[in-house]
């Protein structure tokens, strides 16, 4: 397999991070989205979305979108779970991670750490609006969190995986994690699990 990805991309840590606790052989292909990389014809023709992360499977296709691609990697797995009601709650936040977190606490890191905010009111109402609905999204994990060990049947599943991968560092977004005690102890408990990488653990690096 080939994981075409840019290294700062939480999306693209996602599928690393299964990758790794699954033990899967994979190429791996930095490109930087800052410099138009994924916008080229070349890689248009993979994914004509023009985004990060992308998986080329061994078969030749290509499967593009980050939570797709951990649904495929994690059939068959313990990260994905036997029971109907369990699978559909992780489809239940695989969806909030995309609806109502991703856009709300990765904007901000991308904004404040990789393209870096224009100094002006606009931006700084825009990004405040967005901080705000992170920590909406936050403050509903926690509550979740104070009374499990993860997000479906007390196991670490790949919902896990997708609300980690942003979560873990939303401080580069402006956001105060001590505000959220279960999601620190949450955060470390998927630190423990066996094969897990850091974000920026990539081939190359």
Not at 2 to 29: F, M, T
Not at 38 to 56: D, H, S, V, Y
Not at 187 to 194: A, I, K, S, T
């Amino acid at each position: 397999m080939i994981l075409y990805d840019d290294p700062r991309s939480g999306n693209g840590y996602k599928a690393r991070l299964l990758l790794s606790h699954l033990s899967l052989p994979y190429r791996y292909v930095p490109l930087d989205i800052m410099r138009g990389e994924t916008r080229t014809a070349q890689f248009l023709k993979k994914n004509p979305n023009g985004r990060i992360p992308l998986l080329e499977l061994d078969e030749g296709y290509f499967l593009a979108e980050s939570n797709a691609i951990l649904y495929y990697l994690s059939q068959g797995t313990d990260y994905w779970p036997a029971e109907r009601y369990a699978r559909a709650q992780v489809m239940q936040w695989l969806f909030f991670e995309q609806y109502s977190h991703e856009p709300n606490v990765a904007t901000p890191r991308f904004w404040l750490t990789i393209k870096g905010m224009n100094d002006t009111s606009f931006d700084r109402e825009l990004l405040a609006q967005k901080q705000r609905a992170g920590n909406d999204a936050l403050a509903v994990m926690d509550g979740h969190l104070a009374r499990r060990t993860f997000f479906v049947v007390d196991r670490y599943t790949i919902a896990d995986i997708a609300l980690y991968a942003y979560t873990h560092i939303a401080d580069e977004g402006g956001f105060d994690l001590s505000r959220y005690p279960a999601v620190v102890s949450w955060l470390q408990r998927v630190r423990e699990q066996p094969g897990h990488v850091t974000i920026d653990a990539w081939e190359g690096a």
